[in-house]
């Protein structure tokens, strides 16, 4: 039966803290990322205050669920590093309390965000988006003088379209304008050219005073008297100067919500299910009718051939295209040629459009299906990234917002890259949408295994110290001795046995060296077929270890300086390329391999042919000290 406990509370507390801080920075910082792809909705439209602060509150309540994970996952990894970093940890473990129960309390608590986000993003988060979504299009549509593009027609003026060749952005002058403007229709539509101009709103924002230069203005004069006549008047006026107004509410309505019913993320599971049903039936629908009307066509069709094969047959004649062709004359030809590529031509368009229309709903659905999917993916992150914050502060041990920071950026980055391209490739339809979405939950989780497994179990998977002398040794880089004197020295060295010791290890490397021939090439066969282990080597190194550690007591600085001028051997690198037999006869079949880890192994024997030459000169130094001593 769970209990809580004293250190249930502790551990809770202390997360819970930082786990209020690290929301808010990373809601801040996604607010502030999201702000900036709409900067240029915002700035320069007159938007009042309760208008941005209705922004800033659904943009914050939309962002909530994407800031969950991020923040669980750096305040679990700061507050298993802090327990680490001040000895805590090591006092929990060593009271027979296993690290998964420190765990409990914050799964507890995990699962319960976990749960919440799930909740936000059903019931809270549709409708945060949809308000966002009508305050954008809104804030689009708030100042169009500022909006008006270059070399393309701009409608976003009711009753106008109007079409700017340049515009200059500094002074807002507008050059090279053309605007047609419709009244009641199409009839009445008038054309205004000029060489400039200038596009400025009202300070009431309900009018824009459109002011030209330099221009000509064709207006059609139709009206009920002249009826339906051809011989319509119309005007022309030339102007140097000339100011339009034009009926504009620039006043901060919200727009149509209607735009926007078919944004999956602004709706529900429930809304989204029933959605895909409706769309569902309605192309299903839709689809049944293209495939009456194709079937009415070929049997249309059919009947046809089978007519004139009868009557082909009739006269005795087979049915052949080029005979038939031949026979016309060449205006014929002409004809039956523009009339079978004009009805190609209808039937690609047809198709194409039968095509656009499918693939609308089809990318529609997907939507759909997606948003479903990232619901329960983006609540499931909360305890993913958990699994992952957790262990990897109690295997670090390092608090505050330094290296925890670094590590959650980097797997958020990763989780991130992973849902973002899944979410493209599948709303594509390259990728099927489980897989897609999928992919980054796929992935973390044996992430997050893993790295439980090792803190569970003690592990060192993240010792610096450890990684860094696995590759000097694999690089063949020297490890250099770090040898200080000590304030307080127990027993002394035993100088004259340590002196004795070193005169006789310099006998034992020279008959070494004589006996080995270390200058010389190693024989191939023997390297990587016939292995023979160097036991002497060994018993000089350790013999020699051991009178550095005893001498290593001395308060001596000239000895001191001396244990540090000796090297540290490597016993087996000169003898073969790896431990296992099987190893070494792979590697030198493989021709060029063979050779690289050959020539490596003969540098190991050059190289520890100069440090037992190192040996024995600080051998004889050291002697020659103790001797004055």
């Known amino acids: 039966m769970f209990r809580i406990k004293k250190l249930d509370i502790f551990i809770a507390k202390q997360f819970g803290l930082l786990f209020m801080g690290t929301f808010f920075i990373c809601q801040f910082v996604l607010m502030m990322q999201f702000l900036w792809r709409y900067i240029d909705d ?39 590093g802090n327990l680490g970093e001040s000895s805590e940890l090591t006092a929990i473990k060593a009271a027979g309390i296993s690290l998964m129960q420190a765990f409990r309390s914050l799964i507890i608590i995990t699962v319960i965000i976990m749960c919440g986000s799930f909740y936000f993003q059903n019931n809270v988060g549709p409708s945060a988006n949809q308000k966002l979504g009508q305050l954008l299009l809104s804030m689009k549509q708030k100042s169009p003088e500022l909006e008006i593009p270059e070399g393309i027609f701009y409608d976003g003026i009711p009753n106008c379209n109007l079409y700017v060749q340049k515009k200059d952005l500094k002074t807002g002058k ?29 300070a009431e924002k309900k009018h824009l005073v459109l002011t030209l230069n330099s221009g000509e203005w064709f207006e059609n004069m139709q009206s009920s008297e002249f009826g339906n006549s051809a011989a ?26 209607a735009s926007l019913s078919n944004n999956a993320k602004a709706k529900s599971l429930s809304k989204i299910f029933h959605d895909i049903d409706s769309i569902n039936g309605q192309y299903d629908s839709v689809g049944r009718n293209y495939l009456s009307e194709a079937n009415v066509r070929f049997y ?24 038939l062709y031949n026979r016309l004359s060449n205006d014929k030809k002409l004809t039956a040629l523009n009339d079978a590529k004009m009805t190609v031509q209808q039937e690609t368009s047809d198709l194409d459009f039968k095509a656009m229309m499918t693939h609308d709903a089809d990318y529609i659905v997907r939507l759909h299906k997606i948003e479903a999917i990232q619901k329960f993916t983006l609540a499931l992150a909360c305890l993913i ?43 594509q339809g390259s990728w099927a949408i489980w897989f897609g979405k999928g992919l980054a939950p796929a992935v973390l989780t044996p992430v997050a295994v893993f790295v439980t497994y090792k803190a569970t179990n003690d592990s060192t998977v993240f010792n610096m110290e450890l990684y860094k002398n696995f590759f000097m040794k694999l690089l063949g880089l020297r490890i250099k001795r770090h040898i200080f004197g000590k304030e307080v020295i127990i ?55 051991k009178v550095i550690e005893d001498l290593s007591n001395t308060k001596n600085r000239v000895i001191l300086h001396n244990l540090n001028l000796y090297p540290i051997l490597a016993t087996k690198a000169h003898t073969r390329p790896f431990e296992q037999k099987w190893l070494n006869i792979v590697a030198a079949v493989i021709v060029p391999v063979g050779i690289v880890l050959y ?13 037992l030459n190192v040996i024995r000169q600080s051998n004889a130094n050291i002697i020659s000290q103790i001797n004055k001593m």
Do not use: C
Not at 599 to 611: E, N
């Open 599 to 611: 020539l490596r192994m003969w540098r190991f024997r050059l190289r520890l042919y100069r440090d």
């Open 174 to 202: 507008l050059y090279g304008i053309m605007i047609y403007r419709m009244t009641d229709s199409y009839e009445d539509a008038a054309i205004i050219l000029a060489d400039s101009g200038m596009l400025q709103s009202t």
């Open 491 to 545: 027993e002394d060295p035993k100088y004259w046995e340590d002196a004795a010791s070193l005169e006789k290890l310099n006998g034992d490397i020279a008959i070494y060296n004589k006996v080995h021939e270390l200058k010389k090439l190693p024989n191939f066969i023997n390297v990587f077929f016939k292995y023979q282990p160097d036991h002497e080597i060994e018993r000089i190194s350790e013999e020699l270890e």
């Open 232 to 257: 319509v008047p119309y005007r022309r006026e030339t102007f140097i100067t000339k100011k339009i107004v034009l009926d504009f509410d620039g006043g901060f309505n919200l727009a149509d919500a």
């Open 42 to 80: 915002l700035i320069g439209k007159g938007i009042s205050m309760d208008v941005m602060a209705q922004f800033f509150w659904y943009m914050g309540l939309m962002l909530v669920p994407q800031a969950l994970p991020l923040a669980i996952l750096l305040s679990s990894l700061m507050t298993f």
């Open 300 to 323: 249309r069709l059919a009947s046809v051939g089978q007519k004139d094969s009868a009557r082909l047959a009739k006269k005795g004649q087979t049915e052949n295209f080029d005979t």
């Open 385 to 427: 990234f958990f699994f992952i914050g957790a262990p990897l502060g109690a295997i670090i041990r390092k608090g505050g917002l330094g290296f925890p920071v670094i590590i959650s950026v980097l797997v958020f980055i990763i989780f991130y890259i992973l849902d973002n391209t899944g979410y493209r490739m599948s709303r």
